[in-house]
């Protein structure tokens, strides 16, 4: 039943102006009961469930709403949505301050007002199931990681080519000079550079330097190339070519590619690695995107106790603050987020990407300075400081979290 969340809320806060008040409203929508083949086993007014005189839509004694039930079904689904996203009142009355007050309902929650606000883990399910819903449907490659279509492979390398030949420019090979001279190279070394470089880059722009050619057999190859990095004990005949740099024109010591570090992994680890890059390769890396659709809410899940166990270690010296009031914190925090990335997916498409995320970064950050000042009452500095200091902890926790990611989506694909 949509109400039976709501109203317990209720009973166990003791108010009867947040859920049970909207518990009374949605009752009120109730204009017409039909008749039904199951009527009440008690008379009007007493409670169904434990035989208590009622003294409102919701029984004071057991939490039971008042209500039949018998009525049309589209009217039963929007207590259903009710139940789960507060639509009744209380989500309109979140949303608001979360996205323009930063800290305030927060703080508000913290202090005891919370029955007029959607909870902070609704408020968080909600926000992040609705953002990977719109992301996932927006994906512009329909579940591909790469495009495999030999015309556009082959387009993009040409774009390439023509970006390297417009880049390379007699001033940009003066700055080359340039930087040469002004280190401690010979001037014998200096002058072969720049030869060895102006023939190169005069080769670039005039198409001497053939552009690969793609065709559908191109997997094989990138498979075989794979297999033959993984594993070199399987390929003793084919070895890298040694790169040798002088200096001072003399010969320089013999730098060759080697595969030491990889053959320091387990054989049978890396042949498991061959045949998943396989995999992903053959069906367009198709397979890595379904796991990395399917892990990463579950990452970001996972993000929110470690930024409430940062948040607590900063104020580890504070009395007074709990792990929950820094769950609250991160569960706002997180929620905020995806509403954020939310209207500026939809933004994007007005002002473009760069001015939105350049949005994001101010206003999620200053968003973050109000929660230190509004929530944890810290002065100006202090809260700068400390913004700082999150931001980067948490780029290295998200930095490391997207890299076990994609081994996980490797690994399963």
Sequence with gaps: ???SDIISDAVVGGS????????????????????TAFPPPTEAGICSNCNTTLKGPVCHSCGQVADT????VWELLMEVLDGLLGFEGRFWRTLPPLMLKPGKITHQYLSGVRARYVQPFRLYLTASVVFFLIFFALDPNNGELFDADPEDAQAAMEDVADAVSDVVTEERLAEIEAGLISGNVSPEDRELIMERTDQAMEAIAEGDIPIPDFDEDWKPGAIAGIRRALLPEDHP??????????ANGSEGADASLTSNDVEELPYDFRVFLAEQAATIINDNGVSLVEELKRWLPRMMFLMLPLYAFLLGLTHFYKRGYFFYDHLV????????IFFMFMVL?????????GPSMLIFFFWSNYYLYRIHRSVYHHGRFSSFLRTVFMDFVYLILLSMGMAVLMLIGVALA
């Design 1 to 3: 039943m949509a109400g």
């Design 16 to 35: 009867a102006s947040g859920e049970l008040g909207d518990a009374a409203n949605a009752s009120k929508r109730n204009k017409k009961s039909r008749d």
């Design 69 to 72: 039930f018998h009525r049309p």
């Design 237 to 246: 005949d084919e070895t890298v070519d040694s790169v040798q740099l002088g």
């Design 329 to 336: 914190v991160s569960l706002h925090f997180h929620a905020f």
């Design 345 to 353: 997916m939809a933004a994007a498409s007005v002002i473009g990407m």
